[in-house]
């Protein structure tokens, strides 16, 4: 089983701008997972979540409503757990067995629509809308086409320069074959990503950016053999480190192909 709060977390801690960057991309993740494993032998998948959400531009004016009085064993944005004394303007109470809650609270108190019962970002759940409480299930069975045995491609990744000054790094991304085959070499998907430095540990700070070459859902790039392509990485606006290295890895191994070191030489 492969878990990951990083959604809740990144929408919850980060801000909206992240938020909306991150969970626009996590499709491409995603798929990296599935295809890992594959990999590892599994020929059935499930992907699932535990719960919806609602990301509003912001919390409007008038929609943050007082919670009732009661005892409440747990209070959230969305609802309140345990048991009302009255009721209030803008919320809704209900038996939390009739909504399929089960444990040793009685009731359950909800803003009615989009309402919050505390300010904040426009990220949210835990209500009964049905963008956060229908939940998506996938599932398939892998397929186990052949694939034909190949060793590690010969890649070289360009860059005018041992220093980057912006943000947007142009790549020149060249996918070198030897023998090409009789009936042609198809192109080959890579990730490319920069990290702040050269460990293990070291964390991701850009990727490659919208592109011809790139597809906006798994943030794949194509390559075609012996020719070389265009590819911008985008720097995270926070990084102020001393140098980046740049990787181009396997989407479905992970395993890194090439790699580029890149002193930074942006103005403070």
């Known amino acids: 089983m492969v878990r990951t709060q ?3 977390a990144v929408a919850e801690n980060l801000g ?3 938020a909306r960057r991150y969970l626009s991309d996590v499709i491409g993740d995603i798929a990296t997972a599935v295809r890992w494993v594959v990999s590892q032998g599994y020929d059935q998948v499930l992907i699932s979540a535990d719960h919806g959400h609602m990301m509003l531009p912001e919390i409007p004016p008038g929609d943050v409503v007082q919670a009732p009085p ?4 747990e209070n959230k944005r969305r609802c309140r757990l345990g048991a009302g004394l009255s009721g209030a303007a803008g919320t809704v109470t209900l038996k939390a067995g009739h909504v399929g809650i089960q444990g040793d609270v ?3 108190c909800l803003p009615i629509g989009f309402r919050v019962f505390s300010d904040g970002e426009g ?3 835990g209500g009964l809308s049905l963008q956060e409480a229908v939940v998506p299930v996938v599932l398939f069975r892998a397929g186990r086409g052949k694939r034909d045995p190949v060793g590690k491609p010969e890649i070289d990744i360009r860059y005018r320069s041992e220093k980057f000054t912006s943000r947007v790094i142009g790549l020149n991304i ?3 074959v030897k023998q090409i085959r009789t009936s042609g ?3 080959i998907s890579v990730r490319i990503e920069a990290y702040d430095g050269t460990g293990v540990k070291a964390k991701i700070v850009g990727e490659a950016a919208d592109c011809e070459a790139r597809d906006e859902k798994t943030r794949e790039v194509s390559l075609h053999a012996n020719k070389e392509t ?3 990485v985008l720097i995270d606006p926070d990084f102020d480190g001393a140098e980046i290295e740049i990787r181009l890895s396997d989407p479905r191994t992970r395993l890194v192909w090439a790699k580029r070191k890149l002193k930074n030489a942006m103005i403070a």
Do not use: C, K, N, Q
């Open 6 to 8: 990083d959604p809740d």
């Open 16 to 18: 909206a701008w992240r």
């Open 70 to 73: 009661g005892d409440w064993l």
């Open 106 to 108: 009685g009731e359950i």
């Open 123 to 125: 990220y949210f759940h």
């Open 174 to 176: 060249l996918y070198a």
């Open 185 to 187: 070499d198809p192109p």
């Open 230 to 232: 265009p590819v911008p």
